[in-house]
């Protein structure tokens, strides 16, 4: 089972790949959904499910 992750950062794009640079350092790459591209630039919460070494798959993503 995957571990589910509650995270905080600025979304971006690099690449054609979402990431989600940690409000406490590094970064995480992300499978998010389709309105995530409204919240390019912003700082986000999200909750995921790790699916990787430094991948999450994203279940919830708000503005803060």
Do not use: K
């Amino acid at each position: 089972m995957a571990r589910r992750v509650t995270e905080t950062g600025r979304l971006l794009r690099r690449g054609t790949a979402f990431v989600l640079v940690r409000d406490d350092g590094g970064t995480w790459q992300l499978d998010a959904p389709r309105y995530a591209e409204a919240l390019l630039g912003r700082r986000i919460r999200i909750t995921a499910s790790r699916i990787g070494f430094d991948r999450l798959s994203v279940e919830e993503m708000t503005p803060c």
